[in-house]
């Protein structure tokens, strides 16, 4: 196997940090976390910069309005804007990493004619309706009700942990369409506008003091069929393509800022002379042999997705391993910055406590466990 870069990519990557050095400092500065208003407007200005650029969308298909650009195409441009300092998707997370993504993938010609330019412009902002306060890890337990009325669903039911969706404008859910079925089988994905009528959000404090959840009420909120992503009560199988996509290869950026985090965290052991310790030494060591692998796993999520247009079992092996090494990290940052947290400024501490939850968002550890022994190594599942 070739891992080495051909003078296209390299002549790629040159005119990529051109692009960054020029456009990074153009940036304004950015708003306080808890300003969701400020943060749309910022995260939206800078996926237009991208679009304008032509780096949005870059490994989309071209019929969807990305570039159709390779996988190696894709890995750089994650490595050098992660590098470069770059804003991350930020609010426009779901609407690219996600939904858009699902519709490019399953969407009809006129759905993704509506949906996805709009996402790559940084247009319109989407949430994701999918964990319920009874159906989270199980997420087919959901009873969010759709009920068929001519040309439209009229929705009643409750949504949890909606990521931004005070500040979005379309939401990718799912419902119930048909109660009498497997409840595998009687799930639909819509998309819903957030302004309809009977949609009621309040947003969730969390830990960390920010609102970036919230809880999301629908009183019989009426949703056209044409807005069905899939066959009516296909959306399960519709719904594995969107979590593919978020186990597999939402995070990869993440995987390089985690790298560069364990850089500075060597260099600040080396400064406080705790780097001394073997101990220390070791832990740290196979962090880094963690995350250079998670690396290799991205690159493979990635390939894969450009192949066949969707991440398969790999998603979830990338999701298990990712979620345990950055707690693992942040644990590590806390024992060279002061156990007690004294030590850490907010951002680490911050980044300390999200990272407690990445064992649960995106799907649990144990159900990534479940996908792992049932597709993979073939075992029979569980009762």
């Not at 298990?320 to 947290?341: K, T």
């Not at 064992?359 to 009762?383: F, H």
Request: glycine share 10%.
């Amino acid at each position: 196997m070739d891992l080495s870069y051909t003078p296209e990519e390299e002549e790629f990557r040159a005119r990529l940090r051109e692009w960054l050095a020029a456009a990074l400092p153009a940036l304004p500065a950015r708003p306080r976390p808890d300003d969701w208003p400020g943060r749309r407007a910022y995260d939206t200005a800078w996926q237009r910069m991208l679009h304008d650029a032509g780096y949005a969308g870059l490994h989309w298909p071209v019929d969807a309005g990305g570039r159709g650009a390779t996988p190696t195409q894709h890995l750089i441009f994650l490595e050098e804007t992660e590098r470069a300092g770059a804003p991350y998707v930020g609010a426009n997370f779901v609407g690219l990493l996600h939904a858009g993504p699902t519709i490019a993938a399953e969407g009809t010609a006129e759905q993704r004619a509506r949906w996805l330019p709009p996402v790559l412009r940084g247009d319109e902002i989407w949430c994701q309706g999918f964990s319920e306060p009874d159906a989270g890890s199980d997420l087919a337990a959901l009873r969010t009700r759709a009920v068929r009325d001519g040309d439209h669903y009229v929705v009643s039911g409750s949504k949890i942990w909606t990521s931004h969706a005070e500040v979005a404008d379309w939401c990718e859910l799912l419902v119930r369409t048909d109660p009498a079925a497997p409840r595998h089988r009687g799930i639909s994905w819509l998309a819903m506008e957030m302004d309809a009528p009977g949609v009621t959000v309040r947003p969730l404090r969390t830990l960390a003091g920010s609102t970036e959840f919230a809880e999301v009420f629908l009183d019989e909120v009426r949703v056209p069929v044409a807005n069905r992503v899939g066959a009516e009560n296909d959306g399960w199988r519709v719904t594995m393509v969107t979590l593919s996509f978020e186990r597999g290869t939402a995070f990869v950026g993440e995987v390089v800022a985690c790298r560069r985090t364990l850089d500075a965290l060597a260099a600040e052991a080396r400064r406080r002379g705790s780097w001394d310790d073997p101990v220390l030494r070791r832990r740290l060591g196979r962090l880094n042999a963690e995350f250079r692998a998670l690396w290799r796993l991205t690159q493979w999520n990635v390939s894969e997705a450009g192949r066949g247009g969707v991440v398969g079992t790999g998603g979830s092996v990338f999701k298990l391993r990712y979620s345990q090494a950055r707690q693992e990290l942040y644990e590590a940052a806390a024992e060279v910055l002061g156990a007690d947290g004294a030590d850490l400024d907010r951002e680490w501490a911050l980044d300390r406590l999200s990272s407690l939850s990445y064992t649960i968002a995106a799907g649990t550890s144990q159900i990534q466990r479940n996908i792992v022994a049932e597709r993979l190594l073939g075992l029979p599942k569980g009762r």
